[in-house]
């Protein structure tokens, strides 16, 4: 089988493509430079799409002796997840840019291009599990529970896993690492990358400042009083408890959060944590993983990528689901991913687009 593997400069990708490798396939290493303009250095742990990454990546594909190239996907990238991610905050929602560059650029446009070029695959580091029976390729979580990455890969449709490859799902990621260290990869230790990968340095506030500028606002109680000001309601997302400076405490004295954001109005509205607490979710633009699901069934949904599956029953509707949770949930925005399960088994995705919470229901229209 000829495979491209996606090398980011980190140790899964790299061990990823040994894998294949040793498995005798015909292994293709890309790097894909996604930055118009690429730091030198890494940041630690921060960021990724450095040139220090794209230098790592060559150097694993050295020494494992496979043909690599770097591939610019940087207009591409902008246009389709840093553009949007900036528009969705514009319009008080709360977007995934992980579940985003996924679904339309490792697994779209690289897979496209991979396979005008005649691979059969695509392969990456990520930590999910792909069984095919029958025609069908059902991707599971991985099993390593604290790396499982299913949420952020929810997005991709059965002829995108038909094509996916991740050698690393049924492995713990302390063994890779060890992998790596035996095959000789300077990668080994390498720190595993977090935060957005185009905002290094985690200021993801001051980042949207930046692209959105500021413009003066309120905060205010359930009630219309008013209690703070802001200089840009995207300095907020729902559930935030931290950096709401409030000039006016609460009547029973306890902590306020964010319970929702009215850019037309350039609002914050803020309250108890009581207000937090989620019992519906209603979701748009579903993307069935492993074939369409009957019209109402029982599952589990998850809505943050390291958060705890709740049990739930799902009902299909035109165009999206709703979404009945067994036991609240806490914080949860317009523009997350609402990841649906059977168990192991990832069954969709879809785009939440409104919740229902102690009978107040906060919905918003979210873009294509």
């Known amino acids: 089988m000829r495979v491209l593997a996606a090398m980011s400069g980190g140790v899964d ?10 498995r005798g396939h015909d292994v293709t290493g890309v790097h894909l430079a996604l930055s118009r303009n ?19 990546a060559r150097r694993a594909a050295d020494r494992l002796g496979i043909p690599f190239y770097v591939w610019d996907f940087s ?20 977007p995934n840019p992980c579940l985003r560059c996924n679904e339309r650029i490792k697994f779209a446009a690289l897979l ?3 396979l005008d070029l005649g691979f059969d695959a695509v392969a990456t580091g990520h930590y999910a599990r792909l069984e095919a029976v029958d025609g069908v390729t ?63 340095d985690g200021d993801t506030a ?28 995207h300095h907020f997302t729902i559930g935030q408890r931290r ?43 579903p993307v069935w993983c492993s074939g369409e ?27 999206g689901v709703v979404i009945e949770v067994d036991e609240p949930l806490r914080g949860v925005a317009p523009g997350q991913a609402a990841v649906l399960y059977d168990g192991d088994l990832v069954i969709g995705s879809a785009t939440i687009c409104g919740t229902e919470r102690a009978g107040v229901s906060v919905a918003q229209a979210v873009r294509s």
Not at 162 to 186: C, I
Not at 206 to 233: C, F, K
């Open 206 to 233: 001051g980042w949207l400042s930046g692209e959105l500028g500021t413009r003066d606002g309120v905060i205010r109680d359930e009630t219309g009083r008013v209690v703070g000001r802001h200089d840009g309601y």
């Open 243 to 285: 950096g709401l400076h409030l000039g006016v405490p609460a009547a029973d004295g306890r902590p306020r959060y964010v319970l929702d954001i009215e850019p037309v109005s350039n609002t914050v509205v803020v309250g108890g944590e009581d207000g937090l607490s989620v019992r519906r979710l209603e979701a748009i633009r």
């Open 293 to 319: 699901p009957a019209s109402t069934w029982r599952g589990q949904v998850q809505v943050r990528a390291h958060g705890q599956p709740v049990g739930c029953g799902v009902r299909r509707v035109d165009g």
């Open 112 to 114: 496209e291009r991979g």
């Open 75 to 94: 207009d591409r990238f902008a246009a389709e997840v840093i553009d949007p991610f900036v528009a969705e905050y514009a319009a008080g929602r709360t």
């Open 38 to 56: 690429p730091r030198s250095y890494r940041e630690g742990s921060r960021g990724c799409c450095s040139l220090e990454d794209s230098f790592d």
């Open 13 to 22: 990708s790299a061990v990823a493509a040994a894998r294949l490798v040793a």
């Open 138 to 200: 059902r991707m599971y979580r991985a099993a390593d529970a604290g790396k499982d990455q299913s949420y952020v890969l929810a997005v991709l449709n059965q002829e995108q896993l038909a094509h996916s490859l991740f050698p690393l799902g049924d492995t713990p990621k302390v063994q890779v690492r060890q992998e790596a260290a035996e095959l000789g990869l300077s990668v080994a230790a390498k720190p595993d990358s977090h935060d957005i990968c185009f905002i290094p």
